[in-house]
């Protein structure tokens, strides 16, 4: 059921005091829930083309800064490259 979750915001390169992601998603029903990093990775699929470009775009960011919770980069690090595989990003920063 691709693109059924739609990137409402996320606390990606803004720290709290666990260094930990949260991400606001809304499904095609328009509830809003939160989710980890982890459970975005999983979900990848999922999510919107916005959505998408923003998880490997700012993750792959912060991971080569070294600002990320080791949870977090774990679960980016085993699924990153599957979904830069998965989705082609277009030299606009677009997913296509």
């Not at 059924?4 to 996320?10: I, Q």
């Not at 999922?46 to 080791?70: T, V, Y």
């Not at 977090?72 to 989705?87: C, H, K, R, T």
């Amino acid at each position: 059921m691709a693109n059924a979750l739609f990137w409402l915001g996320d606390n990606i390169g803004m720290s709290d005091d666990t260094g930990r992601v949260h991400i606001r998603l809304a499904d095609s029903l328009g509830a809003q829930f939160d989710v980890s990093m982890v459970e975005a990775v999983a979900l990848a699929d999922q999510l919107d083309p916005a959505g998408r470009s923003r998880l490997q775009q700012a993750m792959q960011f912060i991971a080569d800064g070294g600002r990320i919770n080791p949870k977090d980069l774990a679960a980016w690090s085993a699924a990153g490259s599957a979904i830069a595989e998965a989705f082609t990003i277009s030299a606009r920063g677009g997913v296509q």
